[in-house]
């Protein structure tokens, strides 16, 4: 399987490049140069893939990384054996590289590196890591972690992990040093620590990539990551690179510390399925308005003459003829003037059954025309003349007399004694043979007067409410 590889670094706010990369082709060959281009480097048998973070600052970090890197390198093409053997044989002799220099220079005991260093081969990718630099794949639209991360932290979580006790977690999540590495190449025995080194192997698919990177990648969140390698990945790994690095760059230079960065991107020859992406809404608007309104092309050699083909829009709907959608909504225009009559009707038929029950009951004599009853008519009229007005002053005067014989609608004077006790001052027209009735049948007729077929009132004393 043949691979495509491109690397980039950053110093960041540091003084000095702190980390070491290496890349190298099946055969051994330096391909460093060609792979800081701006396409990459094409590894046809596969290589090995090396970034080094060094540890010491101005006292070695530079001294360490290289020592490291350039140690590794040589003792893996020059040495035999299986992969992972000889990952284990070149980590042992990079570490005794470092203990050699700090012993020739002891201004630099405390130097070390992390390291990550990946041999693709085939369909394999066999890979050594010891501290806490980054190993991550691409694969389908998902991005995830190959190798552990060799920090406190890890530990630390370990002695919560399973209880809910607050306190526990507090001190665990609050430890002084939890970022701090557990292991690295320090000249020192690699079975000393809290970590092992880890060495693994890891099947390849075609269209897959490779990130292995120092810490200082980390500025980005492993979702920023995923999202600018799924964008920037049909362009090639230099853009990926380029993209990444740029990234870190921008977003660590608006911080008051950003570490060296440096990461190398391979990606196995081969095209990957590509995630599914969602359009934007103005695309999908555009897509939606476009089936609207362009027809589909009919297959007429398929298809006998005079028969529209399928899925096509025919010339009547396109005419506005027998459209189904228009003689719908003919249909619900018919419903709702329906509904709407129909309303119409029982709120006329809730009206009459609301009219007064003297005016629904009047006798058959009184609903004859006028001209039938001469004789009662002007003795009405009679009984109707203006009365001497009640007033708070003068509430002694009887009230109105009604002629003999005048009949007494209870339905008037129910409305009418409503009336009476209600709080507003008005008038009220009852029908034309209403009558005061008797004082029993009227408590409130103290406060108001008959004058021409009206009931007027006027607010009662204060002493007469009492």
């Given at each position: 399987m043949k691979f495509q590889a491109a690397a980039?670094?950053?110093?960041?706010?540091?003084?000095?490049?702190?980390?070491?990369?290496?890349?190298y082709d099946a055969k051994g060959g330096d391909a460093g140069e060609i792979a800081a281009s701006d396409a990459g480097v094409a590894l046809s048998s596969?290589?090995?893939?090396?970034?080094?973070?060094?540890?010491?600052?101005?006292?070695?970090?530079?001294?360490?990384?290289?020592?490291?890197?350039d140690t590794f390198v040589k003792t893996y093409f020059g040495g035999g054996g299986g992969t992972e053997e000889r990952l284990k044989t070149s980590l042992g002799a990079a570490n005794q590289a470092v203990?050699?220099?700090?012993?020739?220079?002891?201004?630099?005991?405390?130097?070390?590196?992390?390291?990550?260093?990946?041999?693709v081969d085939g369909d394999t990718l066999s890979f050594v890591s010891i501290g806490d630099s980054l190993i991550l794949r691409?694969?389908?639209?998902?991005?995830?972690?190959?190798?552990?991360?060799?920090?406190?932290?890890?530990?630390?979580?370990?002695?919560?992990?399973?209880?809910?006790?607050?306190?526990?977690?507090?001190d665990v999540m609050t430890r002084k040093g939890r970022d701090s590495i557990t292991i690295a190449v320090l000249g020192r025995s690699l079975e000393d620590f809290g970590h092992m080194p880890q060495i693994a192997s890891r099947k390849i698919l075609p269209g897959d990539v490779l990130i292995f990177s120092s810490d200082g990648l980390e500025t980005l969140t492993m979702?920023?990551?995923?999202?600018?390698?799924?964008?920037?990945l049909p362009r090639g790994v230099g853009a990926i690179a380029d993209g990444l690095i740029k990234a870190v760059d921008g977003i660590g230079g608006n911080r008051n510390y950003q570490d060296n960065a440096t990461l190398i991107v391979a990606q196995a020859d081969g095209v990957q399925p590509a995630p599914a992406k969602v359009a934007p809404v103005s695309e999908r608007e555009s897509e939606k308005e476009s089936a609207k309104t362009v027809p589909v092309a009919p297959k007429t050699a398929a298809i006998p003459a005079k028969q529209e083909p399928a899925g096509t829009i025919s010339e009547a709907a396109r005419s506005g003829r027998w459209s189904p959608a228009k003689l719908l909504l003919g249909l619900a225009l018919c419903l709702i003037a329906a509904a709407v009559a129909l309303y119409a009707t029982g709120k006329v038929q809730t009206f009459i059954a609301a009219k007064p029950k003297a005016e629904q009951q009047r006798p058959a004599a009184q609903q004859q025309p006028a001209a039938q009853q001469?004789?009662?008519?002007?003795a009405q009229e009679r009984s109707l003349r203006p009365q001497p007005a009640l007033t708070p002053d003068n509430d002694s005067v009887s009230p109105p007399q009604v002629p003999q014989g005048a009949p007494n609608k209870g339905g008037d004077i129910e409305r009418a004694e409503r009336y009476a006790s209600s709080p507003v001052v008005g008038s009220y027209t009852p029908s034309e043979s209403a009558t005061w009735g008797d004082e029993e049948s009227f408590p409130s007729r103290r406060y108001g007067e008959l004058r021409q077929g009206h009931i007027v009132r006027y607010a009662p004393r204060v002493e007469d409410c009492e």
């Open positions: 980039r670094a950053i110093r960041g706010s540091k003084d000095t490049q702190e980390d070491a990369w290496r890349i596969g290589g090995l893939l090396l970034v080094a973070d060094g540890i010491g600052g101005h006292y070695g970090g530079d001294v360490a990384s290289a020592v490291t890197a203990a050699d220099a700090q012993a020739k220079e002891p201004g630099l005991k405390d130097m070390g590196a992390t390291l990550v260093a990946g041999v691409y694969r389908e639209g998902e991005l995830h972690r190959v190798n552990l991360d060799h920090s406190y932290m890890e530990i630390a979580d370990r002695e919560a992990l399973g209880s809910d006790d607050r306190a526990l977690w507090r979702v920023q990551i995923q999202n600018f390698v799924r964008e920037l001469p004789a009662q008519q002007p």
